[in-house]
């Protein structure tokens, strides 16, 4: 197996540190072409999917990749803008802030990539990037705060495939989680606070989580359980109760039970109960994409106002704001 290297090395050249921010991903365009293009990534891995290759490779080719790119590219339609995908303008602009703070922050040469884990641009073509940036130490910082074998752990799976065909393998740190973070839970509180102050309070606050599998928790992933401490620290720095402050999961997939409470019964049950107003928040997405901006804050509204809601607001993801790239700087300096 040939393995591959910088071209035209030079032993003397000066060495920095390269900072490989990932994020999920998205299609290159709201087009059904593109959409199974992406699900066909993303779907057939086994990170995300732990079904007998065989079983799922007849369920994703045979049913699902040619069912849900039709319905999906119209939900990517609505989020679209002029910039592209909203995770994907997002994610460049945080790139280019935390490039900027850590250069403010430490004396040594510091270089910052986008990838995302399925799409473009790839976790390859970052890692190469800085690479050619003279780059041999690497901190890959996965934009999913609380861990998960589905993203974290399939991101650290993807740098491994590409870091073991390189002839120089780079100092490298995986930073698998920050839910608990101080810097982390004061930009979501500053981020409500910030609502509150526009918006007055509603009766209650809803943390929106992705779910995963219930047999996923059983089997010892410590996603739920990194969930539960985000909703715990930030209702301490909010000053609420457990009645005025609750999480759920959103985006389940699949017959297969998944954690719970689930966001969409959870808002429907506080309608029909007679809650009036609802805040609800993402903490575990970095930046406003389709499960935030369509689920959240179009299907799920309407779901919370049919039951008998009055009032339903979503509070955006931390996104570039700089609460949240002070955080993600004081995240990566802790591991420099």
Not at 283 to 306: H, K, Q, S, V, W
Request: hydrophobic letters at 35%; charged letters at 25%.
């Amino acid at each position: 197996m040939p393995f591959t290297a910088k071209q035209n090395f030079e032993h003397e050249q000066e060495t920095c540190t390269g900072i490989l921010l990932t994020n999920l991903g998205t299609p290159d365009a709201p087009t059904k072409a593109a959409v199974r293009t992406y699900l066909k990534e993303f779907l057939w891995d086994p990170r995300v999917v732990e079904q007998p290759r065989w079983l799922w490779w007849l369920i994703l080719n045979g049913i699902i990749l040619n069912t849900r790119p039709a319905r999906s590219a119209a939900l990517y339609a609505k989020v679209w803008s002029d910039e592209g995908s909203p995770l994907l303008a997002t994610g460049k602009r945080q790139r280019e802030k935390l490039e900027s703070a850590l250069q403010e922050q430490i004396e040594q040469p510091v270089h910052v990539e986008l990838a995302m884990r399925y799409g473009n641009p790839s976790i390859r073509k970052g890692l190469e990037a800085l690479r050619e940036k003279n780059c041999t130490r690497f901190i890959v910082l996965p934009l999913y705060p609380q861990y998960s074998a589905t993203t974290s752990g399939s991101t650290f799976d993807a740098v491994a495939d590409v870091l073991k065909s390189w002839r120089r393998v780079p100092q490298l740190q995986f930073i698998g989680a920050y839910h608990d973070a101080p810097a982390y839970i004061e930009a979501l509180a500053e981020s409500v606070r910030n609502h509150w102050q526009q918006h007055g309070q509603a009766e209650r606050l809803l943390l929106s989580y992705h779910g995963i599998p219930e047999s996923y928790f059983n089997n010892g992933d410590p996603y739920p359980c990194h969930c539960r401490k985000t909703t715990r620290l930030l209702r301490e720095a909010l000053g609420l109760d457990e009645t005025r402050l609750q999480m759920s999961f959103q985006s389940r997939f699949g017959k297969e039970p998944w954690v719970q409470p689930y966001t969409d019964e959870t808002l429907e049950t506080w309608g029909r109960e007679g809650v009036e107003s609802v805040d609800v928040i993402c903490p575990g997405f970095p930046a406003d994409c389709l499960e935030t901006i369509e689920e959240i804050g179009m299907e799920n509204r309407d779901i919370f106002l049919e039951a008998g809601g009055k009032t339903y607001r979503y509070i955006p993801a931390l996104n570039d704001s700089e609460p949240h790239i002070r955080a993600l700087t004081q995240v990566v300096l802790e591991h420099l």
